[in-house]
């Protein structure tokens, strides 16, 4: 097997869209190898090979051990890795992005930075949300309102759909076991949608950390995305598995949730959504997202190309020394 200084680095034109990979995979007690460009799931069972490219995320339960050489396959085609508890608590994930160009990532940063684009975002998710209302006038204060009584009138709506008794949104970190079954199945549809999410986030080369109605966390951007989607998707496929049976509510509502995130495209609709928000219609730098190019700041918003050197004797200098491209 090539080691990784052997191997040539992809670009992106061999990687597989982000929309058009598997949500994600969920893996326990086996140990994952690396064969060529593929991953390997070995148990007491057999081996499974996976082709890594098509993966959005890998979500290692108990029991999973991982080799570097399947990591560093991971990594290269682009993969979020979460690990994740027995039933679906807290991940940690990492990835690198499909893209090289820091288009998306710099949008992101422009429309954080300023507090009217900020919260004119926020109110572009919200419309995602729910598209009969107009949050056009709604301060911060407003939008959190808003969306609180929303998705407390999802909760009752789905909960007389089903004919489940609803007692309310209960979760307790660390103790999955404390909440009813619908409790459980949706924290565990919200912990696989963050995955998701975060994977879409970490292809388009977005920050995780920069949200625009999350705040202060490394996943606020991820955070904001999953919820895009949460009233439409989780809370009702949590409710339809938890009025089904209590019994292993956890791993029912993965399956569940992943095939619908199959039969709606979500992947390829989170990527479409991301660009909506971020870019507010510039189709220029959407059409840049796939350059493998780098290049250099220089004044008045102009870039000059890298890969050479400006000290020569005909570049031009201000009075302070300032390079003039």
């Known amino acids: 097997m090539a080691t990784v200084s ?35 799931a070995e148990d007491a069972e057999g081996t499974t090979h996976i082709p890594s490219a098509t993966i959005g ?35 940690y994930a990492g990835g690198r992005a499909l893209t090289r160009s820091s288009a998306l990532a710099e949008a992101q940063a422009v429309q954080w930075a300023n507090l009217r684009s900020r919260l004119s975002v926020a109110r572009a998710m919200y419309r995602l949300r729910f598209p009969d209302e107009d949050p056009a006038g709604l301060t911060r204060k407003g939008l959190l309102g808003c969306e609180g009584s929303r998705v407390k009138e999802c909760y009752r709506a789905e909960a007389a759909r089903t004919g489940i008794r609803w007692r309310g949104r209960k979760y307790t970190p660390g103790d999955f076991a404390a909440g009813d079954a619908v409790n459980q199945a949706i924290t565990a549809a919200a912990q696989c949608m963050y995955g998701v999410a975060h994977a879409v986030v970490a292809s388009l080369g977005c920050s995780p950390a920069l949200g625009f109605v999350h705040s202060g966390h490394e996943l606020s951007f991820v955070l904001d995305i999953a919820d895009l989607y949460k009233t439409e998707i989780g809370i009702p496929l949590a409710f339809d598995v938890a009025a089904e049976s209590e019994e292993d509510v956890a791993s029912r509502t993965r399956r569940a949730l992943r095939d619908r995130i199959n039969e709606v495209s979500l992947l390829d609709r989170c990527v479409v959504d991301i660009k909506h928000l971020l870019l507010q219609g510039d189709t220029g730098v959407s059409a840049t997202t796939d350059r493998d190019v780098v290049t250099l700041q220089s004044d008045g918003g102009e870039v000059v190309a890298a890969g050479r050197n400006y000290g020569d004797a005909d570049v031009d200098t201000g009075e302070d020394g300032a390079m003039l491209w």
Do not use: K
Not at 9 to 37: K, M, Q, W
Not at 65 to 87: D, K, N
């Open 6 to 40: 052997q191997r040539p680095a992809l670009t992106p034109r061999h990687l597989t869209r982000a929309g058009d990979r598997l949500s994600f995979i969920y893996l326990e007690r086996c140990t994952v190898h690396r064969d060529a460009n593929a991953i390997t």
């Open 57 to 91: 995320t890998l979500l290692l339960g108990p029991g999973t051990r991982i080799t570097h050489q399947a990591m560093s396959v991971l990594g290269e085609t682009g993969a979020a890795v979460a690990w994740v508890g027995e039933q679906g608590v807290r991940y």
